[in-house]
């Protein structure tokens, strides 16, 4: 049975994802902030007795990662999937939400470069070993469209922006570092889906972008490593 271990797994597309790996009788490690507060998770776990194993994972703490890896020892997984992300304020709803030019909120910044560029690499790092003890070998970081450089041309969103584009050149150094090792690697931006993050005017629903998602996991071979793929099995710009 393969293994994916999935951050960001309580809500939006981390559960979706979850959903459809469950579908497929992947084993899931799931992880959550507050396990205890995910109640359409753990209702998905109850549903999967044994394959859905649900553990706190708080990506923002550099310590909660390194604890996970003291849990998760000579555990192969064959999929890393690092969900788990944080926009910053409300895109529509809250005042700065476009994160415009002039109104820049630093200290949220700060948070946003944490959960979307700390975190990914701290956990690539903390849990390389267990990738390697996989048969897959494949790490894959929900990117965006927002942070293509050669694509932009909105401006605005400084924050999600370079955060985002700073996980590309991590997931693309990544690709490098780690080929010998039979390692794949990948940014993936998942379209812009009706979740919290993407609200009610998005493009597509959960149900597409995870089906999707799962359709380009599925098929990726080491040649792929290092290029910056969307959901429908497209190519994005840097
Ligand atoms: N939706 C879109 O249109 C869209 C487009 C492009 C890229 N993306 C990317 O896709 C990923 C998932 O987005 P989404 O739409 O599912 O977002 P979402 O509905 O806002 O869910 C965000 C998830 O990240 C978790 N999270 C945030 N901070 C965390 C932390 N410090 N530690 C652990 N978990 C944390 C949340 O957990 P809590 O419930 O504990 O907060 C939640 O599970 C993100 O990386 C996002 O940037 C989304």
């Known amino acids: ?74 555990t192969p997984i064959d999929v890393l999937a690092n969900v788990a992300g944080y926009y910053g304020k409300k895109i529509v709803s809250e005042p700065g939400g476009l994160q415009e030019f002039g109104s820049t909120d630093y200290e949220d910044w700060q948070r946003i470069i944490k959960v979307n560029i700390f975190g990914p690499m701290k956990i690539c790092e903390t849990l390389i070993n267990n990738i390697e003890l996989g048969n897959d070998k494949k790490i894959i970081t929900l990117s965006s469209i927002i942070g293509s450089i050669g694509g932009n041309d909105q401006g605005m969103m400084y924050a999600y922006r370079v955060s985002k584009a700073g996980v590309n050149a991590i997931m ?12 794949i690697c990948i940014p993936l931006h998942p379209g812009w889906v009706r979740t919290d993050m993407g609200g009610p005017n998005a493009d597509i629903d959960t149900k597409t972008s995870v089906e999707g998602m799962k359709r380009v996991i599925d098929s990726l071979s080491i040649k792929d490593s290092g290029r910056y793929m969307v959901y429908d099995g497209s190519e994005l710009p840097w």
């Open 1 to 74: 049975m393969s293994t994916i271990l999935i951050t960001g797994a309580n809500r939006g597309l981390g559960l979706g994802l979850v959903e459809e790996y469950a579908k497929d009788g992947w084993k899931i490690i799931a992880t959550s902030r507050n396990p205890n507060n995910s109640d359409e998770l753990l209702e998905l776990a109850n549903k999967n007795e044994n394959n859905i194993e649900i553990l706190q994972l708080d990506v923002e703490d550099l310590k909660s990662i390194s604890d996970l890896s003291q849990v998760l020892q000579n």
């Open 172 to 183: 693309r150094s990544m690709a490098i570092d780690l080929k010998d090792k039979g390692i």
